[in-house]
């Protein structure tokens, strides 16, 4: 293949045109060969999360892909032939840097690996940092496609990797690329699949429940950004995961989230508030939360779970949906559930949430909002009233019935 020279990235009206762009926010960069021919064409965008060490603790830095960043010739190629790989590298900033590794078999293309390099002296994001100079992490990807057709992803992908969380948006990735432009077909990420549909057998196969451990603690999360307190959650986590393990028997595992033994963190934006939970029994869970703007009104978005099963077929795990609609409550208000609510995330994932009460984007004075009651608690609330309605209908049933036949033994005598 030619040497590369003409990586470069489109202007956007033109990519409008080709209706090539998904969203406004997005980015599109195109590497080409010598021959002026496209070989990678990569549109998105990304958003990243970085927790940095100051000498007053810990800090969360939240930063997205800028608008003005661009391929970087020098360190993009259309790779050659038994020598090397096609490769993608953003540059922006003062110091970062986003490159893609794609690798090839014969029927598929994947990113074989994400690199990411980002700059600690640069005190306009990363104020008082302790240490100076850049730093590069290397992520592994779920990116992959069939040859002659393009990745696409609508659903949020985060990568999570010590102390970075870098998030792609409406992606969509090709390499390889035979035609010069993106292919009509695509490949779907399997967050975009819908949940499947549990078709009705006649003989259901059902998995044996691990024993159940005792209720887990309650404990108060909050996530702080730049401009104060974005989250405070009080609540129990339990989790249900649901395998097949090295003997073909199928089980549920109960996971229960200590949190003595986690540790917090967590992201700001205008946009998304994030709680990530790193502990003894998972790797990593994820609670995503989101806004409706026209309704102003917060949500449980979506919820990540990286984890592994020694005894499982499979020991490594990985469950994510970024469709859900939980935990809602108007922004400014909290959220508040006293009965256990069950989340189910995936077929074979879902939470189980006790005592839950919970505030998302705006927090004022670091204390709950106005409370709006879950439906659960408010139809337990009915019980009790239905009862005792009951029981004062039946009192009184029996306090006329009582009355109409003392009065009915009185009429069979007359005075003398």
């Not at 390889?176 to 779907?188: A, I, P, V």
Request: overall charge neutral; some cysteine; glycine content about 6%.
């Amino acid at each position: 293949m030619a040497s590369p020279g003409g990586a470069r990235r489109w202007q956007l009206p033109l990519l409008l045109l080709l209706g090539l762009v998904h969203g406004a926010s997005a980015s599109v960069f195109v590497v080409k060969n010598g021959n002026g021919t496209a070989c990678i064409m990569a549109d998105f965008s990304a958003s990243f999360l970085v927790n940095y060490e100051t000498k007053n603790g810990s800090k969360v830095a939240h930063f997205d892909l800028p608008s003005d960043a661009e391929v970087l010739n020098s360190s993009s190629s259309c790779g050659k032939e038994n020598a090397s790989e096609p490769r993608l590298m953003i540059a922006f900033g003062r110091g970062y840097s986003l490159a893609l590794n794609f690798t090839r078999d014969k029927t598929h293309y994947s990113v074989q690996r994400l690199s990411f390099t980002y700059n600690l002296s640069d005190t306009h994001i990363f104020s008082d940092a302790s240490i100076e100079g850049t730093q590069t992490l290397e992520f592994s990807t779920d990116i992959r496609a069939d040859i002659d057709k393009k990745y696409r992803c609508m659903s949020r992908n985060p990568m999570h990797k010590n102390n970075v969380t870098i998030t792609l948006h409406d992606a969509t990735i090709q390499a390889y690329l035979s035609h010069g432009n993106f292919s009509k077909e695509e490949t779907r990420c399997k967050e975009d699949e819908p949940s499947p549909t549990i078709a009705p057998s006649p003989k259901p196969t059902t998995p044996s429940p691990s024993p159940a451990p005792e209720n887990p603690s309650v404990f108060k999360y909050n996530v702080t950004g730049s401009n104060g307190t974005c989250l405070l959650a009080s609540m129990a986590l339990q989790l249900n995961i649901t395998y097949e393990k090295k003997d073909n028997t199928t089980v549920t595992r109960v996971v229960n989230i200590n949190p003595n033994k986690t540790s917090i963190s967590g992201s700001c934006s205008p946009r998304a508030v994030t709680l990530e939970l790193r502990g003894e029994d998972v790797h990593l869970l994820v609670f995503s939360f989101g806004m409706n703007t026209s309704s102003s009104r917060f949500f449980l978005q979506g919820i990540q779970l990286n984890t592994t099963l020694p005894d499982a077929k499979e020991p490594a795990f990985k469950a994510a949906n970024n469709s859900l609609r939980a935990l809602q409550a108007a922004v400014g208000n909290s959220y508040k559930c006293n009965a256990e609510e069950n989340i189910q995330v995936t077929k074979a994932f879902s939470v189980n949430v006790f005592k839950v009460w919970v505030q998302a984007f705006k927090v004022t004075g670091d204390e709950f909002g106005s409370v709006e009651e879950c439906p659960l608690d408010e139809n337990n609330m009915l019980i009790p009233i239905a009862v005792g309605g009951a029981l004062a209908g039946l009192v009184l049933v029996v306090l006329i019935a009582y009355l109409v036949g003392r009065k009915r033994s009185h009429a069979g005598y007359q005075t003398i």
